[in-house]
C-alpha cells in the first residue's frame, strides 16, 4: 500500500465516538462524562476531539491550562470547560471571562479568582483537594481552610462552587489499597464541604476507575484515555485506539553484511539486505527509546526499528522483501492490520500508551476520518 506524502497521524473520530458511547454505558444513571482533551487531545487534536466527544454524549470537557480552555473557545468550542492546572503568575481573568470554569487548589488560587471579579458572570470554580496523590489540590489541614475560604466567598455571591473534585493515583492497578484510602479521604471532603454548605457535583474517578471502580463514579467522571481508544485495565471494554501513525519510505538501499546503521552504529545488517529510511523521527514525537526496540509494518511483516531513532528519521531492515519508496509504514494504530498498537510501543520503549500518542507533534500532519455523522455545526469542517 502507499503510504502519505511523509508521514502522518490518521485519527479516526468515528472511534472517538464508539468510546465515548462505550465508557458512557459503563456509567451509573445520574453520573456525567467530563472528555479531557488537555494536551491537545493527547495528541490526537483537541478541537476536533472535543466537537467528536460532545456529539457522542459527553457533557463538559475539561483541559489542564486556562490557555487550553482559552483555546479551544478561540476554535469556537462553546461547551461546559473546566481549566484545573495554573499557577500564581497566570491571570485567570481572560479564561474566567469566557465562561471557563476553574480548579482551584488554594486560597491563593482563590483570591486570584476573586481579583479577576464577575468578568464573565459569576466565577464557576471545582475545589481541588489531594486526598493522596501528593500534587495538586489542598491536603490536610488546608483542605478545612479552602472549604472555608470558599464557603464565605459563595455565601457572598461571588464564585459558584460547582466541583469538588480530586485524583488518582493507582486505579490502573489491581487491588491497590491505595484507591480505597483516596476514595476514603475524598468521602470525608465532601463531609466537610458539606458541613460548610457546600454541595457541588463530586468527582473522582479517571478512565481505569471508571472502569475498574465503578463505585467511585460519583457526580461526574473524568475520562481521558479511554477517549482515544487506550484502555489502562485489562478490561479494553470494546474501546478502539483511535490514532494511527503511518509513514511512506523515503529511500531503499540494498547493502552488504556488516553494514552500520544510524548514529552510534549501534546495528549492523546481519546478512545482504535492503535498508528503508522512514523519514519521521523524535522531531516528530518518535522516541528516540524506540531505537533497535518498536516494530513497525511494512508490508503484511512486522520489522523492528534498526539502529538509533533520528530526528527527522529512522531505517528497517527489510532483508529481501521487495520493499520500494513510497510504500507505506505502519508505526503502530488499532491493529486491524497486524500493525503495532501504541500499547505494543509503550512497552518496547519502556513508557506507558498516554505518552506514545500524546508526544506526536506539530510536524505530524493530522488527518481526520469519520466526521460523517457528527452535526455540521461540531465538525469544524
Ligand atoms: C486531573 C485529571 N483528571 C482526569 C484525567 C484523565 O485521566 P485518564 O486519561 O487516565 O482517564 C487526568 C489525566 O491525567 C487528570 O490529570
Not at 470554569?101 to 475545589?127: K, M, N
Not at 490514532?243 to 552504529?265: C, D, E, F, I, N
Not at 505502519?330 to 506514545?356: K, S
Request: hydrophobic share 45%; proline share 7%; net charge neutral.
Amino acid at each position: 500500500m502507499t503510504g502519505p506524502v511523509r508521514c502522518e497521524a490518521v485519527i479516526e473520530l468515528s472511534a472517538v465516538r464508539a468510546n465515548v458511547r462505550a465508557l458512557r454505558s459503563r456509567l451509573r444513571p445520574g453520573t456525567a462524562l467530563m472528555a479531557v482533551v488537555k494536551a491537545d487531545g493527547y495528541g490526537h487534536g483537541a478541537v476536533p476531539v472535543a466537537g467528536a466527544a460532545l456529539a457522542a454524549g459527553a457533557d463538559l470537557l475539561g483541559v489542564a491550562t486556562p490557555a487550553e480552555a482559552v483555546a479551544l473557545r478561540a476554535a469556537g468550542v462553546d461547551a461546559r470547560l473546566v481549566a484545573w492546572l495554573w499557577t500564581p503568575l497566570q491571570d485567570p481573568g481572560p479564561a474566567l471571562a469566557l465562561g471557563v470554569e476553574l480548579g482551584v487548589s488554594s486560597p491563593a488560587q482563590l483570591d486570584a479568582v476573586l481579583a479577576a471579579g464577575d468578568v464573565g458572570g459569576r466565577p464557576r470554580i471545582h475545589l481541588k483537594v489531594d486526598t493522596g496523590l501528593g500534587r495538586g489540590g489542598a491536603a490536610g489541614a488546608d483542605i478545612a481552610v479552602l472549604l472555608a475560604a470558599a464557603a464565605t466567598a459563595a455565601a457572598a455571591g461571588r464564585v459558584e462552587v460547582v466541583g469538588l473534585m480530586s485524583h488518582l493515583a493507582s486505579a490502573d492497578i489491581p487491588g491497590d489499597p491505595s484507591v480505597a484510602e483516596q476514595a476514603a479521604a475524598f468521602a470525608a471532603a465532601r463531609q466537610a464541604a458539606a458541613a460548610a454548605g457546600l454541595t457541588p457535583a463530586a468527582h473522582l474517578a479517571n478512565t481505569a476507575a471508571v472502569l475498574d471502580h465503578p463505585e467511585l463514579q460519583l457526580d461526574l467522571v473524568r475520562t481521558g484515555i479511554g477517549l482515544y481508544g487506550l484502555s489502562p485495565v485489562a478490561d479494553p471494554a470494546g474501546l478502539r485506539p483511535a490514532m494511527t501513525l503511518r509513514a511512506a519510505v523515503a529511500l531503499t538501499k540494498r547493502v552488504p553484511a556488516g553494514h552500520g546503521v544510524s548514529y552510534g552504529l549501534t546495528y549492523r545488517t546481519k546478512a545482504e539486505t535492503t535498508l528503508a529510511l522512514v523519514p519521521i523521527g523524535y522531531g516528530d514525537g518518535v522516541p528516540r527509546a524506540a531505537s533497535n526496540a518498536a516494530e513497525v509494518l511494512i508490508g503484511d511483516a512486522r520489522r523492528r526499528i534498526a539502529g538509533r531513532v533520528a530526528m527527522d528519521q529512522f531505517v528497517v531492515d527489510c532483508g529481501d522483501a521487495p520493499v520500494s519508496p513510497g510504500d507505506e509504514v505502519l508505526l503502530f494504530g488499532p491493529g486491524d492490520r497486524g500493525e503495532p498498537t501504541a500499547r505494543d510501543w509503550a512497552v518496547a520503549c519502556g513508557t506507558i500508551d498516554y505518552e506514545i500518542v500524546t508526544r506526536i507533534g506539530p510536524r505530524t500532519p493530522r488527518r481526520y476520518t469519520g466526521r460523517d455523522d457528527e452535526p455540521p455545526a461540531l465538525r469544524g469542517d
